[in-house]
């Protein structure tokens, strides 16, 4: 059982709060490996530098990345105060989220079945 108050324990947790901008994106349809491949291009880079390398790769998931950066850089202006000049990717990762099934017709009646796979992906940043 937790030691103190419930009021003292959710002011604890509360200190432990991360507080540079960050964005989240929930449920993006586009795999973890996919997504993945454009985050590593754009980890500890500042925020220019990233947004050009989002807008000219080929990738899907580059497009949705860029705009998940562009809402953390009007977080860290808007909510933060935060000068977008000195600003730069602290952390950007995709966790798995849930999967999508689909039946594929095959052969013979069979039936293959096709996972769409969906990712959750955020972006911290951070002032140099």
Known sequence: MAKGHRSQI???RNA????RPSAKLSFARVSVQKAC???DAIRGKDVNTALGILT???RYASGIIKKLLESAIANAENNNGLNAANLYVAECYANKGPT???IRP?????AYRIEKRMSHITIVLDEK
């Open 10 to 12: 959710k002011r604890e």
């Open 106 to 110: 095959r052969a013979q009646g069979r």
């Open 100 to 102: 999508m099934k689909r």
């Open 56 to 58: 000219y790769n080929p």
């Open 16 to 19: 432990n709060k991360d507080t």
């Open 37 to 39: 491949f454009v985050l």
